[in-house]
């Protein structure tokens, strides 16, 4: 919306932030509307004086949690807030294309790798060290394979 209107930067960023907690806020609300259509709107009115006794550290659990949500996020999200803030909002979006389009080989890659090492593991403790070359020597061909092809798309 900030795009389409014209806005600067800041406007961008501050439209992003009313949309992000529009959404919450309706996501919420249709959530407790939902349950109380169930009959689980009840929970208003109970009282949460003996939770602090039960659970002594849920006040520190939920700070610790919202704060290293928070420094995530800011980390995963300060390279293109900050090209943003040198060089303006188009690059700043190209920039977050181009790292959304670099993400694709690891999201490619993981699973093949979970695999990957269940199966050397089981060959490790079979003493099989001739099969677990042998799937070495095939990962990799297969890695090679799909590293030329990614290589070939992306040029």
Do not use: Y
């Not at 520190?60 to 293109?80: R, W």
Request: aromatic content about 8%; hydrophobic content about 55%.
């Amino acid at each position: 919306v900030g795009v389409l209107l014209g806005a600067g930067f800041d406007g961008v960023v501050w439209s992003l932030i009313a949309g992000e907690t529009a959404c919450n806020l309706l996501i919420g609300v249709t959530a407790l509307w939902v349950a109380r259509q169930h009959g689980h709107g009840g929970w208003w009115s109970v009282s949460l004086r003996g939770v602090r006794g039960t659970f002594a550290g849920i006040a520190h659990f939920l700070l610790s949690t919202n704060a290293q949500l928070t420094v995530k996020k800011t980390q995963s999200e300060l390279d293109m807030v900050v090209v943003g803030a040198l060089l303006g909002t188009a690059p700043a979006g190209l920039f977050r294309v181009v790292k959304q389009l670099g993400t694709i080989p690891g999201r490619i890659l993981m699973p093949f790798e979970q695999v990957l090492f269940t199966e050397l593991s089981r060959a490790s403790a079979a003493g099989d060290f001739a099969g677990m070359s042998r799937l070495l020597r095939r990962s990799a061909g297969l890695l090679g394979v799909g590293a030329l092809a990614i290589w070939a798309v992306a040029v």
